[in-house]
Nanobody, 124 residues
Framework: QVQLVESGGGLVQAGGSLRLSCAASVRTFSNYGMGWFRQAPGKEREFVAA????????YYADSVKDRFTISRDNAKNTVYLQMNSLKPEDTAVYYCAADIGGWASRILHDYDYWGQGTQVTVSS
């Protein structure tokens, strides 16, 4: 069983930055591919970014490319999402997810474990 706990969300003005963290309670964190997804009110959960278990490959949604950066620290069992140049349309609950296959999937159903989410609100 893997438990994921997100933190770092909050209220920020457009153009600002936030750094989300996701701490995993598992001894074999380095075996898992990790992803970030988000869900805005009334919308489906959507892919944001993903990173392979070793960190060598990363993927981003077109909407966040060049603004967001996913990274991981396997020694700390933590994955991060650095969000810069935030826009009001980035407002959503952000979820991290773990894929036991170790890949950086864009597909929601490839992930085996999910955190509870952290709210990000960007004001205009």
């Amino acid at each position: 069983q893997v438990q994921l706990v997100e933190s770092g969300g909050g209220l920020v003005q457009a153009g600002g930055s936030l750094r989300l963290s996701c701490a995993a309670s598992v001894r074999t964190f380095s075996n898992y591919g990790m992803g970030w997804f988000r869900q805005a009110p009334g919308k489906e959960r959507e892919f944001v970014a993903a990173i392979t278990r070793g960190g060598g490959t990363r993927y981003y949604a077109d909407s966040v490319k060049d603004r967001f950066t996913i990274s991981r620290d396997n020694a700390k069992n933590t994955v991060y999402l650095q969000m810069n140049s935030l826009k009001p349309e980035d407002t959503a609950v952000y979820y991290c997810a773990a894929d036991i296959g170790g890949w950086a999937s864009r597909i929601l159903h490839d992930y085996d474990y999910w955190g509870q989410g952290t709210q990000v609100t960007v004001s205009s």
